[in-house]
């Protein structure tokens, strides 16, 4: 299955009220190339948060995220079947950002 990597943004923006009452920010990048195995990401900021969740046409995925304050971090791989699981991804951003709830089978470390 090859993804359709520029339907990202749109998922995103789908989940604008939760972004909202986040104060959280989106910056998208294009579909890259990326030598034969086609990508995309895009970036999230709130005054406590960083991320990135990257795509890649072969359906792996990555939850990269770190809360400022204490320099935790939560990372997550996926491999996803088809474009519809992108949401299993976006819930669980939400559930980690708003409720602190850590992704099943998500690595999680702290910086010193």
Known sequence: MTFDLTT?????????AEWASLVLNWTYREVSPNY?????SARFESISWLGEISIWATGETELETFRT?????????????????????LTDLIGLLRDGVVPLDAFTYSLP
């Open 36 to 40: 034969g195995k086609p990508t995309t």
């Open 8 to 16: 990202l943004a749109d998922r995103i923006r789908k989940h604008e």
């Open 69 to 89: 304050g204490d320099s935790y971090g939560v990372n997550k791989l996926y491999d996803l079947i088809d474009e519809a699981q992108v949401e299993e991804v």
